[in-house]
């Protein structure tokens, strides 16, 4: 016979509120504002997960798929993907690096710095949406949390830190 498990006690259970989690709210926001620009640039021919990519080479024309990939907090697989569907859609172009024969320099083609405006246009369009109805302080704020917030999540938890580092030393006396 088996015996019945005994119950969790009432502290020990968690309800979980969709509407009040701030993991749940951040990640529905992300997904709003992707769809929104989505419908933004549709008629430029830019996907949303291309959008930080034109960004950072509207900044700085001659970046390689890594620098890309830092910069835009990508992985280098989703990078080398999405730069795969703009060369083919005729927004990006890869050329060999001048020193390393290896090394790959990624730069925008004329039809990618013709839609600057409108796709520029569009993502000040959808943040403006956004934020509608905040006060200038509460967008500063609303930045600063975020920014905090992604700085503890990319930093390494303790524990994990500890593990990388090995157990404590003890020197000799």
């Not at 697989?77 to 001048?98: F, I, N, Y």
Request: charged share 25%.
């Amino acid at each position: 016979m088996h015996e019945p498990q005994a119950q969790p006690s009432r502290s020990a259970l968690v309800t979980l509120h969709l509407d009040r989690s701030n993991g749940y709210l951040i990640a529905r926001a992300q997904r709003l504002l992707s769809r929104a620009l989505a419908v933004e640039l549709a008629s430029t021919g830019v996907a949303p997960g291309q959008f930080p990519l034109l960004v950072l080479l509207w900044q700085n024309n001659d970046l390689t798929a890594s620098e890309l990939s830092a910069g835009a907090d990508l992985s280098q697989p989703t990078v080398a993907r999405t730069l795969d569907r703009m060369e083919r859609d005729g927004l990006v172009r890869r050329l060999k690096g001048r020193g390393d024969g290896r090394e790959v320099r990624i730069r925008l083609t004329r039809k990618a710095h013709a839609c600057r405006a409108q796709v520029t246009a569009a993502g000040v369009e959808i943040g403006t949406r956004a934020m509608f109805g905040f006060a200038p302080e509460d967008k500063r704020r609303l930045s600063a949390l975020l920014q905090r917030l992604i700085a503890n999540l990319a930093a390494p938890r303790p524990l994990d830190a500890a593990r990388r580092s090995g157990p404590a030393r003890r020197t000799a006396k």
